[in-house]
């Protein structure tokens, strides 16, 4: 089973979150967030704001975001608005997406 961290909409956190040591941990951010975040799996909900760095095997944008995304799956749906820059391998925005900022793949080591 999966380990979430839920960050609720009317939470405002700042600093770094990783629950990377957690097997198949998943972070969901309803609220506002600030810093650094490292998880397996990221979920940025409508409404949610980040401001920050995000590294994770998966990512799915649905707030806003201004920072950079270093993640091997990007989902950025309807609601997302998104300025800074993505590295990924696999990458999806959905129409009414609004993305501003650099693109690029994840290099192999």
């Known amino acids: 089973m999966a380990d979430v961290t839920y960050i609720s909409p009317e939470i405002m956190m700042e600093g770094t979150l990783d629950v990377t040591s957690a097997k198949g941990s998943t972070v969901v951010l309803a ?3 600030k810093g650094e975040m490292r ?3 990221v979920k940025l ?3 949610s704001t980040f401001n920050g760095k995000i590294f994770a095997h998966s990512t799915e ?3 806003k975001v201004n920072g950079d995304i270093k993640t091997k ?3 950025l749906t ?3 608005r998104f300025e800074g820059s993505i590295l990924t391998d696999e990458l ?3 129409v ?3 993305v501003s900022g650099s693109i690029a793949k994840l290099q192999k080591s």
């Open 96 to 98: 009414g997406a609004e």
């Open 73 to 75: 799956s990007l989902k």
């Open 39 to 41: 998880a397996v799996d």
């Open 31 to 33: 609220g506002h967030y």
């Open 61 to 63: 944008v649905g707030g």
């Open 92 to 94: 999806a925005i959905d």
């Open 45 to 47: 909900e409508t409404g």
């Open 78 to 80: 309807s609601s997302a």
